[in-house]
């Protein structure tokens, strides 16, 4: 049967591991893998805007031997013009995969439903599970190992990088620690699903208001942009409710002194997070971009292999 990654918890721990370390296979030997060769073509589409997605998938499956379809919705008929359904059936005869970036999560749900090709979510209101992968390669290569570890994340509870955080962080064993206000909770069902996760693997996931009190002692720091892609408008209603959640000097001297920074960019400086941190030493986001790359191409060899 076909396999799909549209949200983190569609692989189990084992498998996470073995896609992180193909990935770290993969960037010692970054041409060694042509499973695309012939070439056959991946069609990567966004709905959104995207400057890191749309150069890593379209690096990763050249280098993958392939040809990288990048295709946006504006100038497509999928999006109101044609069923994601519909769509998924005309690409499946001439692409090996999917790849895409969009709003609602039920879209891939439906795309992945209708194909015979693995269907990759880039991206949703929902979840960013590509982004975790490279999280997650970054924070084990400067810190040995996942399970046990601390993450704090400070900021948007309802942002789409949190709930891959409680999801994927919980796969890979690791306590997961979401500040953010009342009126930016995560879905309290991803919530759900990630504590029975946790139960499995080792991992906890807890829910603070009081940043200073989620900061304390972990290992590795993360925030994201205050104001997603959608949510422009609500910019100052945003700032006023999350401005205690910012991520400063002070907010990183409470983690432990080797705690490392992640941030899957693009940052909004001066706002979810100041830029003496992001550019500081315990900052790791230019190698958390450039996992991006590493990561899903790891992610596709394995699919492709399913
Ligand atoms: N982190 C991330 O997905 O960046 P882009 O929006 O630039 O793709
Ligand atoms: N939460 C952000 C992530 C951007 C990569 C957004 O959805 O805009």
Redesign the pocket.
């Known amino acids: 049967m076909t396999r799909h990654f549209l949200r983190d918890d569609d692989l189990t721990q084992a498998e996470q591991t073995a896609i992180l370390d193909l990935a770290e296979q993969i960037k010692a030997d970054r041409w060694g893998r042509k499973p695309l060769a012939g070439p056959q073509t991946v069609a990567v589409i966004f709905d959104k805007?995207?400057?890191?997605?749309?150069v890593s998938f379209a690096v990763g499956i050249a280098d993958l031997g392939g040809v990288p379809l990048i295709i946006s919705t504006a100038n497509s008929q999928l999006g109101g013009k044609e069923t994601a359904s519909d769509t998924a059936r005309v690409l499946e005869r001439q692409v090996a995969a999917i790849v895409w970036r969009t709003y609602a999560q039920s879209g891939l749900v439906e795309m992945a439903a209708d194909t015979t090709v693995p269907v990759i979510n880039a991206?949703s209101d929902e979840f960013?599970p590509c982004?975790l992968l490279a999280d997650l390669l970054t924070i084990r290569e400067h810190k040995g190992t996942l399970a046990g570890l601390t993450l704090a994340f400070l900021g948007d509870g309802a942002d789409n990088m949190v709930h891959s955080y409680l999801l994927a962080g919980a796969t890979a064993g690791m306590h997961v620690r979401i500040a953010c206000p009342a009126d930016y909770m995560p879905d309290e069902r991803i919530v759900s699903d990630a504590d029975a996760i946790a139960v499995q693997t080792g991992g906890s996931v807890t829910i603070y208001t009081d940043p200073l009190e989620a900061v304390a002692g972990v290992d590795v720091v993360v925030t994201d942009t205050w104001v997603s892609m959608g949510k422009e408008e609500e910019k100052a209603a945003r700032v006023a409710s999350l401005s205690p959640y910012k991520v400063d000097a002070d907010m990183m001297a409470l983690a432990k002194p080797d705690a490392i920074f992640l941030h899957?960019?693009?940052a909004d400086r001066g706002y979810e997070v100041t830029g003496e941190v992001i550019d500081g030493p315990q900052s790791v986001i230019w190698d958390e971009a450039e996992n991006?790359l590493h990561a899903q191409k790891a992610l596709l060899v394995w699919l492709l292999e399913q």
């Open positions: 805007s995207s400057t890191r997605t749309r991206l960013h982004q899957c960019l693009p991006r």
